[in-house]
């Protein structure tokens, strides 16, 4: 069998959560280990490594080719507050806020402790602990208690990654907690694999939101399409 067919067969449909696909400790303990302290270009390259060559499973994290087009959106948005809902082991908290400038705060929200935990851990040897924020938290709690909570106006770039079935109802809090203002931006993983149709439909019919497909495959799965949404709010 080829190596894409195999890979395509060994591919579990529907997917499970994508918690399952990895064990997060696994690469954080990895880029621990092999990457500069202090150096977060050293702590994604090897976590790419691993995901491209060490991973038994899929890596959950946004890996590097959809990375890339992140890091284009950050530094097109320029953020002073930017968000996640999502954390998984920090890979993307470390992309974002490697990229924000000084005086800038990125706020990852994650529900699971463990998951918090790990995005601490390899924040810390990124050295960006200073301008992440690690939120232990339902999104879909904490999110209108931003303003509040955490002094936050607006939200200049949010990543969602918490699992297709959460982006919508996401999206709607953030909205209405009056975060999203003119030029902010929505960019969400996986809108192909696992899939997240309803909050397509959404976010391309919303008349305040101009949307793109960034088509492309899922991380480190070549074979595998997956894409990832850039929505900006008109205001
Ligand atoms: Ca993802």
Redesign the pocket.
């Given at each position: 069998m080829a190596n894409a067919e195999k890979q395509n067969a060994e591919l579990i449909w529907p997917p499970p959560d994508?918690r399952e696909f990895e064990n997060p400790s696994l690469i954080v303990e990895y880029a621990e280990k092999n990457a500069k302290k202090g150096d977060p270009n050293d702590v994604l390259k090897a976590a790419d490594y691993y995901g491209w060559n060490l991973g038994k499973l899929r890596s959950?994290a946004?890996g590097d080719v959809k990375g890339k087009f992140v890091d284009e959106v950050v530094q097109d948005v320029n953020p002073t507050v930017a968000l996640e809902c999502g954390a998984w082991f920090g890979y993307s908290a470390v992309r974002i806020a490697r990229l924000m400038k000084p005086g800038s705060c990125f706020y990852s929200l994650e529900i699971d402790p463990i998951c918090a935990k790990l995005t601490e851990r390899l924040v810390k040897h990124a050295g960006l602990s200073d301008k992440v924020k690690v939120v232990l938290s339902d999104a879909h709690e904490v999110i209108p208690q931003l303003r509040d909570k955490y002094k936050i106006e607006k939200i200049d770039l949010a990543l969602l990654?918490n699992g297709c079935k959460h982006y919508k109802g996401n999206l709607i809090e953030m909205l209405d907690a009056g975060l999203l203002q003119k030029g902010s931006v929505v960019l969400s993983?996986?809108v192909l694999y696992p899939a997240a149709n309803d909050y397509r439909e959404f976010v391309q019919s919303h008349k305040r939101f101009e949307s793109t497909l960034f088509d492309t495959h899922l991380q480190y799965t070549p074979n595998v399409r997956d894409g990832m949404e850039k929505s900006t709010y008109l205001g």
């Open positions: 994508e959950i946004i990654d993983d996986n």
